[in-house]
């Protein structure tokens, strides 16, 4: 059974940062891409960003670019989500995503990120 549960989130200014974590099992997690999708208050679901299984490449929305890392562990099964200058448009509920891109994979329950102004 998929499992994913993510954390790190949490109140923070604009400008600051936040390290999200999201630990994987009941899968082959070093085989699979995955990635990192958003929901703001009041709106759909946002893919973020991207890693292969093995974590030579990454891609991002254009918002983040510059700001966000993501990366992983698989030794961990473990994705990261490394978010720099944050500013109050990343306020959402950040999921990791059994997929590489788009929004429609498996996800966890999330982890909440509250940037204020």
């Known amino acids: 059974q998929v499992q994913l549960v993510e954390s790190g989130g949490d109140l923070v200014q604009s400008g600051g940062s936040l390290r999200l974590s999201c630990v994987a099992s009941?899968?082959?997690?070093?085989?699979?891409?995955m990635s990192w999708v958003r929901q703001a208050p009041g709106k759909g679901l946002e893919w973020v960003a991207g890693?292969?299984?093995?974590?030579?490449?990454?891609i991002y929305t254009d918002s983040v670019k510059g700001r966000f890392t993501i990366s992983r562990d698989n030794a961990k099964n473990t994705l990261y989500l490394q978010m720099n200058r944050l500013k109050p448009d990343d306020t959402a509920v950040y999921y990791c995503?059994?997929?590489?891109?788009?929004?429609?994979?498996?996800r966890g329950r999330g982890t909440r990120v509250t940037v204020s102004s």
């Open positions: 890693i292969t299984s093995t974590g030579i490449d990454t």
């Open positions: 009941g899968f082959a997690f070093s085989t699979f891409a």
């Open positions: 995503q059994k997929q590489w891109s788009g929004i429609g994979g498996q």
